[in-house]
């Protein structure tokens, strides 16, 4: 990676749809995901998350939501079009990098592995 994402404000980069990007889980990004989720809360949403049974779309929704708060315009249905560099491994790193800069790891990975 060209190294464009600030870790520590919990910033990941991946290729998505042929181009560097960068994602992050904002404030308002995971608001977005407690309503997707009908979460009463964050620890309820990475309760959700730790569980490590994440479907397909819970995955676009994530990387959704993450693409947004790195200010990419692209809604969950472009996101489900879109390719993702190392296919849905790539997809689950995107969503694991994700989880952990937003709950330091309160959720892990989609695959149950910190």
Known sequence: MSGRANKRRGEVEAVIGGER???CLT???LAELETAFAAENLNDLAARFSSGKL???DMIRIIGAGLRGGGNLF???DVALM???GGIAGAAR???ELLMSAFGGAAETPTGRP
């Open 21 to 23: 990007r960068v994602l």
């Open 27 to 29: 404030l308002g990004g």
């Open 55 to 57: 479907k397909a779309d």
């Open 75 to 77: 809604s969950d249905e």
């Open 83 to 85: 390719e993702i560099e």
């Open 94 to 96: 995107i969503v694991a």
